[in-house]
């Protein structure tokens, strides 16, 4: 097995020697953490990024001289976006009592709070880990948080495996250093629910070289992943997880009984890159193989193995598995991963076509209870206004204890919903100003994305989610001028590169390049199942109008039936949609003189009109005018 210590390699990047360095996650972390301080240290805040959080600062609050707003961003960790009534009550709580009031669905299915000062993070990560819920993981150089399909479907043994595995995965991968309950519960072990053995088995299973045979940390090593994992399940044509974004993808095969096979594999998608950095590329997943569903585990262990042993530790703009991927080519990647596995992968199942589906509205879940999917703009569970989103879902939650699943499109659905109280729920929500019929929420906004970006991220570039908004408005006026008003076009934001939103498959993506600027990508389809392309390197805020009109109206004349606005663009091309925008004459709003309205008439009374305003020479429209009023004076 290839020894990832960095005395074994002669240059590694600099966190590779705080990971070596931290005792399995605990320093410098442990120690800072009693420190009166407002903020930690480079080196502890990687390795609290293990532990589920970041550090920021508020550059809204910054002042010349003073020191920064420091405050830690916390995320959970919560596979398929499983989150039961008592987790959500708790981090509501905490969002109040600690944070900045609201709190935020992520794209990978789980929640943030923002705003957390360094004193009360500890009780904040205990209380949510006593609430059933956990932020191991979250973040950092290792597996994060496993999606799946977060439609309760009871009667579809398909979308329960998927579930399943899901969270059967994320214990699989999860950091088995006790650092994480050493820290936050001082020392106290506190699971919410006890592994599966078969997990427990697969874990410490010496299958070739996927694992460190008794040691702390069996499937990481002491310098756990050379940069962050991402993993998903889903079930044959449901692509609500964005199935090709992530480095690992599962896909559940059954019988037409419905029994779990096994399952497909995807590897090697991503979406981070860096401007300017050509090296560095969005990138979709491929298709390697399939196996039995007892052979999953060894299976998945013998992926991450050779990203482990195998991917970059000195460049880390470099690191993630799509580039190792690139590097070799999938047969090179595909005979590795037999190496590791210890036997051949069989072939891919064939699939059908994905659909992107959001599960919006009320819904039969299939076994007599009902759903709700409840649009959550931009993801942001807040009050704001006459939306009191963030209210209505704690009274709910309170008066029935309901669970909820988190989607990849940052909503919540609410599920296990008893018929009876489907009229208070609806009275409840409808009170606190919240739409729950999907065919009354703007399509632009329902399929729409962003990251949090400004002012807390420390990676934004721009504005994403609180200026989204605004140019959606502005892009609604634009086909409305056009008379597309009804077009459905996926957008999505981000405030630098990295993609958390993944705007590298959206239709139209904004990327930030620069304050107010951002590169376009267009080309991607509704059902998140082609790459986009980057079309513009810099559009100013103040140019959006300018920049998409001549695109719309090419659209509206050349589209062919049922194409979507990315599926034309990649048809047509960029060098024809360039020309054309070259050559637009921009549409000049008619101008209608005050008090002055448009009337059909036959074309007999126009001939006998036209004639007595000659004959008279009197204008047409005063003629009309005193023969309705004498009309309507005789009528009164």
């Known amino acids: 097995m290839v020894n990832t210590s960095v005395s074994s390699i002669k240059k590694v990047s600099k966190l590779e020697i705080i990971k070596e360095k931290s005792n399995f996650l605990r320093e410098p972390l442990a120690t800072e953490l009693l420190e009166e301080t407002t903020h930690f240290t480079e080196n502890a805040v990687q390795i609290l990024k293990f532990h589920g959080s970041y550090q920021q600062d508020n550059r809204d609050n910054r002042v010349k001289g003073q020191e920064k707003d420091y405050q830690m961003m916390l995320r959970t960790r919560n596979p398929g976006g499983f989150i039961p009534a008592e987790l959500y009550l708790t981090l509501d709580r905490l969002s109040d009592d600690y944070g900045n009031s609201t709190l935020r669905v992520t794209t990978r299915q789980g929640f943030q709070i923002h705003g957390i000062l360094k004193k009360d993070l500890k009780t904040a990560v205990s209380a949510i880990i006593k609430s059933m819920g956990s932020t191991l993981g979250a973040c950092g150089d290792l597996n994060r948080n496993v999606m799946a399909p977060p439609v309760p479907f009871k009667n579809r043994p398909e979308y329960q495996y998927a579930w399943e595995y899901a969270d059967k995965i994320a214990d699989l991968l999860r950091p088995q250093t006790e650092a994480y309950y050493e820290i936050w519960l001082d020392g106290e072990k506190f699971l919410s629910a006890e592994e599966p053995s078969e997990v427990v088995t697969a874990r410490q299973c010496c299958s070739n070289k996927t694992i460190f045979a008794d040691k702390e940390e069996p499937i990481y090593g002491k310098n756990y992943m050379p940069r962050k994992f991402k ?318 009109e001549p695109l719309f109206v090419y659209f509206k004349q050349e589209k062919i039936e049922k194409e979507s606005f990315g599926q034309f663009c990649r048809r047509v091309g960029f060098a024809s949609l360039r020309a054309f925008s070259e050559n637009y004459q921009p549409i000049k709003p008619r101008r209608i003189r005050k008090n002055q309205h448009r009337v059909s008439i036959s074309d007999k009374i126009f001939v006998q009109l036209k004639a007595f305003s000659e004959t008279n020479k009197r204008p047409m429209n005063q003629i009309v005018n005193e023969a309705l009023e004498n009309y309507f004076n005789q009528e009164n």
């Open 231 to 548: 993993c998903s399940v889903t079930v044959p044509g449901d692509n609500s997880v964005d199935v090709y974004t992530h480095d690992v993808s599962l896909v559940v095969i059954t019988d037409n009984k419905g029994i779990l096979q096994g399952f497909n594999i995807l590897v090697g998608g991503g979406m981070g890159r860096t401007h300017n950095k050509e090296e560095t590329f969005a990138r979709m997943a491929d298709p390697i193989g399939y196996v039995a569903k007892e052979d999953v585990y060894d299976a998945l262990k013998a992926i991450i193995a050779i990203q482990r042993d195998y991917g970059d530790r000195v460049q880390r703009r470099h690191a993630r598995m799509k580039y190792l991927i690139n590097d070799w080519g999938i047969e090179k990647f595909r005979s590795k991963v037999e190496e590791y596995f210890g036997k051949s992968l069989d072939t891919f199942k064939i699939l059908p076509k994905w659909k992107y589906q959001d599960f919006l509205g009320w819904n039969e879940q299939g076994d007599g209870h009902l759903f709700l999917g409840i649009s959550v703009t931009n993801g942001r569970v807040k009050d704001e206004g006459n939306l009191q989103l963030k209210t209505a879902l704690r009274r709910i939650i309170e008066q029935f204890g309901l669970p909820m699943r988190l989607t990849a499109n940052h909503n919540i659905i609410l599920y296990e919903i008893d018929a009876s109280h489907q009229e208070t729920i609806e009275e409840i929500l409808q009170d606190c100003g919240v739409i729950t019929d999907p065919q009354e929420i703007d399509a632009l906004t329902r399929y729409s994305i962003a990251c949090p970006a400004l002012p807390t991220c420390g990676l934004a570039i721009t504005e994403s989610e609180r200026v989204l908004p605004g140019i959606i408005e502005r892009i609604k006026t634009i086909l409305s001028k056009l008379d597309m008003a009804s077009e459905e076009i996926v957008i999505r934001m981000t405030g630098c590169p990295n993609g958390c939103a993944r705007p590298y498959m959206a239709e139209l993506g904004f990327v930030g390049s620069a304050p107010n600027t951002y590169q376009i990508w267009l080309g991607g389809s509704p059902n998140q199942t082609n790459l986009a392309e980057p079309y513009l390197q810099k559009l100013f805020d103040k140019d959006i109008e300018k920049f998409l």
